[in-house]
């Protein structure tokens, strides 16, 4: 390991205009943060396989950056492994994705995650207002039905559309994403805004990791999440609330395509 030099030292006491020992000392403070930063995403980049502005992984399935190319390699993934039909898609708004399911899956619909929209809209919107602004949404996306949730959309870019333009446009052009889940019952509706099976498992990996500051080692890491992922997966083959109700409404609402699945 290499040492500063007494000229380089000069140098920096010379840059820097100390004027006391706390000076120095949160001088070199700073220096070590930003070496111990530098020294992580070093370890991370390596890790992961690529940098963090890089669109693609380095012999990895990992992407940071996802375009429509990548999606649609995972869309075609899902097919070659199994996967022969899909009725709904319930996602964000991820760029690129829309268009590789509509490739890959073009019968399927797109259902955009009401939570992340509205969070989305908030960024126009004042603080002072985001209360009462997420109120009003309240009877949108809580409608029976599409059109009682238009006249209230309507309603409510006329009460906020001046002030929050942007907020309401982003709802405006994604409506085709953000009305399909309109036409089900609640039963399905509740499936569709409570389950998340990839946030679940991220919570459970939380939820065991955070009690812990540090591991001895990377496999004791991996064996604690495979632990983990055991007693998730147990809730997985559990029978969701209301479920034969559930079933005669997807068979109605996509008929044919579930006949093979429910013989």
């Known amino acids: 390991m290499s040492t500063l030099s007494k000229e ?25 943060k930003d070496i111990i930063q530098e020294l992580m995403e070093a370890e991370l980049e390596e890790k992961l396989g690529y940098a963090k502005e890089e669109r693609s992984a ?11 190319k990548f999606w649609l390699g995972v869309m075609n993934d899902l097919k070659n492994r199994g996967v022969q039909d899909v009725m709904l898609f319930c996602v964000d708004g991820l760029t690129g994705l829309k268009e590789a399911i509509n490739a890959a899956f073009p019968m399927a619909e797109i259902q955009r995650c009401i939570i992340h929209q509205l969070r989305n809209s908030f960024k126009y919107v004042s603080c002072k207002d985001i209360k009462a602004f997420s109120n009003d949404f309240k009877n949108v996306y809580k409608a029976i039905n599409e059109e009682v949730a ?3 959309f309507y309603e409510l870019k006329e009460k906020w559309g001046k002030s929050y333009p942007f907020a309401i446009r982003s709802w405006e052009n994604n409506w085709d994403v953000l009305s399909p889940f309109y036409k089900f019952p609640e039963e399905i509706r509740k499936i569709i805004y409570t389950t998340n099976v990839i946030e679940g498992l991220h919570r459970q990996y939380r ?25 998730v997966i147990k809730k997985w083959t559990q029978r969701y609330k209301n479920w034969d109700r559930v079933l005669n409404q997807l068979i109605i609402q996509y008929p044919g395509r579930l006949d093979n699945y429910v013989s």
């Open 8 to 32: 380089q030292i000069k140098a920096i006491v010379k840059g820097n205009n100390f004027q006391s020992v706390t000076d120095v000392t949160n001088y070199l403070k700073d220096i070590f």
């Open 58 to 68: 380095k012999n990895t399935d990992n992407c940071r950056n996802e375009s429509s």
């Open 150 to 152: 238009l006249e209230k």
């Open 207 to 231: 939820k065991v990791t955070k009690s812990k500051t540090m591991f001895p080692s990377d496999d004791s890491l991996e064996k604690m999440l495979y632990m983990a992922s055991k007693n």
